[in-house]
T-cell receptor, first 111, second 110 residues
Framework: DAGVIQSPRHEVTEMGQEVTLRCKPI?????LFWYRQTMMRGLELLIY????????DSGMPEDRFSAKMPNASFSTLKIQPSEPRDSAVYFC?????????FGPGTRLLVL | SQQGEEDPQALSIQEGENATMNCSYK?????LQWYRQNSGRGLVHLIL?????REKHSGRLRVTLDTSKKSSSLLITASRAADTASYFC??????????FGQGTRLTINP
């Protein structure tokens, strides 16, 4: 099993641009999570899905952030427009139930 | 908001020594999990302890849970250089949603 796959691994963009992060969960996992990690705020849960349905998006910072899961094997996290304070490492994780399996992360830098 | 708080924030020990990290949390839980994060990598699950368990072992790892004190500890015995990483506790209060602490940065000196 390839594990959770995220792309791109690194993204550098300018303020105001749209950023799309992608995630392929482990096959058979019903849950998918998006996290953001920064030195100041640690690891924050942004949103999670169960069977492709968003369950809790209370961690999404503001309307500039949106996430979709069109099918069981793909999810996107979009930031539009991006701001320098969005710079962070974004992790996707999937889970069959209790234990979560994390992807390698996308390191985002907004200039 | 962070549910778990790890203590200490950073720990540096010699190879071969034991490392102990503590985690405190605020609300009732279904289970508590420990994860490891190597620099620049995603988190890796280490061990899960349920609310009705008091102690659990996995290889060189020993986890304890005291629900009356809302605290947990992770002990790594006979530490190795490869154990250098950040360690996070995460609490599951239901709904499959984990809340992570700020982590303990562990450095093993050769």
């Amino acid at each position: 099993d390839a594990g959770v796959i995220q792309s791109p691994r690194h993204e550098v963009t300018e303020m105001g641009q749209e950023v799309t992060l992608r995630c392929k969960p482990i096959s058979g996992h019903d849950y998918l999570f998006w996290y953001r990690q920064t030195m100041m705020r640690g690891l924050e849960l942004l949103i999670y899905f169960n069977n492709n349905v968003p369950i809790d998006d209370s961690g999404m910072p503001e309307d500039r952030f949106s996430a979709k899961m069109p099918n069981a094997s793909f999810s996107t996290l979009k930031i539009q427009p991006s701001e320098p304070r969005d710079s962070a490492v974004y992790f996707c994780a999937s889970s069959p139930g209790e234990t979560q399996y994390f992807g390698p992360g996308t390191r985002l830098l907004v200039l | 908001s962070q549910q778990g708080e790890e203590d200490p924030q950073a720990l540096s020990i010699q190879e071969g020594e034991n490392a102990t990290m503590n985690c405190s949390y605020k609300t009732s839980i279904n289970n508590l999990q420990w994860y490891r994060q190597n620099s620049g990598r995603g988190l890796v699950h280490l061990i899960l302890i349920r609310s009705n368990e008091r102690e659990k072992h996995s290889g060189r790892l020993r986890v304890t849970l005291d629900t009356s004190k809302k605290s947990s500890s992770l002990l790594i015995t006979a530490s190795r250089a490869a154990d250098t990483a950040s360690y996070f506790c995460a609490t599951d209060s239901g709904a499959q949603k984990l809340v992570f602490g700020q982590g303990t940065r562990l450095t093993i000196n050769p």
